[in-house]
């Protein structure tokens, strides 16, 4: 299967210099002016961003959710009106809102827009976060109701009435109108209730960039779990493999280390232990799994190669970034999808210019070996 290329719209504020925009020190209340950055995600900007990575070639953009930034839904379903072919991957957390809401919203989506949303669920790896939004679940008892969630949804774009009494969740004659094309669903996470979930209900499962050695191990057990599964897996159909990553990509990798430590050069030490602090208290097993990848130190930060973890240290969920030369950049996305990853979300800082460096210099080598999906013209 081709390489599938998505982007990033930073729903909490964009600059050239900020790494903590959007991430674990934000979760725990800073999100300085209105959102701390040094351009404001407003409506203007953010259609310069998904305008530039539609005009690209890019298929869509992952939007976030939490406290800290704006809202995926909102947000994106104003940009429809904006672009003309882009996808919008919707993260959203199930159980805040009751199921059948949800895909009464999805159809509506996917009626003005075209069939341009794809769903990403955020099971939440923080009780602390989960408690602003009301929600006073667990981290194993959320994946119990997302996985009851899905099983609703699914069941409510047939189309026929749903009647669905679970331990979280529960509808009676449940019904929507459903729209022509199902939103696919995009479910990451490292603890073994996720991968159970991702196995069972999504159509996409999402790795954050760890070395490929660990990446491979993940996508082994995701396989494993689909193939105990056997005929329950058959309604949500063939799982795909995904991955979050960011990208430092220069003509040369001179200049795209360089870069990479102008960014590092401008983190200081109490931001990178206040951080740090907020990562160690999240019970994502895929945080963890991040954080170990560099330690809470500044040096040896390239844990594979062209792989680094410098964006960890201040900013929580996806921590890693390729950096190098287009070629090397290319070389490492490559090297993933032999794996089996064929969907690449990717961001870099500050978006509308790092979109433009990876399309411009990345795609088109991916393209020449015959790698990439059909692109838009």
């Known amino acids: 299967m081709a390489i599938t290329l998505h982007w990033f719209l930073p729903t909490n504020g964009d600059s050239r210099t900020d790494l903590s925009l959007g991430n674990a020190v934000g979760a725990a209340g800073s999100r300085a002016d209105a959102f701390g950055a040094d351009r404001a995600p407003d409506l203007d900007y953010l259609s310069l961003v998904a305008g530039a990575a539609e005009k690209l070639g890019f298929t869509g953009a992952l939007t976030p959710t939490s406290s800290w930034c704006e809202d995926a839904w909102v947000f994106t379903a104003a940009l429809t009106q904006r672009t003309e072919r882009f996808k919008y991957l919707v993260a959203f957390r199930p159980g805040l ?38 929600d006073y679940l667990g981290k194993a008892e959320r994946y119990e109701r997302a996985a009851e969630f899905l099983t609703i949804l699914r069941q409510l774009w047939s189309g026929e009435p749903v009647t669905f009494t679970g331990k979280h969740l529960s509808v009676e004659n449940a019904t929507i109108i459903p729209a022509e094309t199902w939103p696919e669903i995009y479910l990451g996470g490292s ?72 960014l590092l050069a401008g983190l200081d030490p109490e931001s990178i ?105």
């Open 97 to 134: 809102q009751a199921p059948t809401l949800v895909a009464q919203a999805a159809a509506t989506y996917q009626r003005i827009s075209r069939n341009r949303l794809l769903l990403n669920v955020v099971t939440g790896g923080d009780d602390v976060e989960q408690r602003r939004f009301g």
């Open 191 to 262: 603890s073994a209730e996720a991968l159970e979930v991702a196995a069972e209900h999504a159509d996409v499962y999402l790795t954050w960039g760890e070395p490929p050695a660990q990446v491979a191990e993940k996508l082994d057990a995701v396989r494993h779990q689909v193939k105990n599964l056997g005929r329950a897996r058959l309604a949500a159909g063939e799982l795909r493999f995904g991955i979050r990553l960011h990208v430092i990509s220069r003509p040369t990798e001179e200049e795209a280390w360089a870069q990479a430590d102008k």
């Open 273 to 377: 232990s206040r951080a740090q602090q907020v990562q160690r208290n999240s019970q994502s097993e895929g945080q963890r799994r991040m954080s170990a990848l560099h330690g809470g130190r500044t040096d040896n930060l390239e844990v594979s190669p062209n792989l680094w973890a410098g964006i960890g240290l201040v900013r929580g969920g996806a921590g890693t970034a390729l950096v190098g030369s287009h070629e090397q950049v290319a070389d490492r996305i490559a090297e993933y999808h032999e794996l089996g990853i064929d969907e690449f979300i990717l961001s870099g800082y500050p978006h509308l210019e790092e979109a433009y460096s990876v399309g411009e210099g990345v795609t088109p080598i991916l393209a020449e070996r015959g790698l990439l999906a059909e692109r838009h013209s």
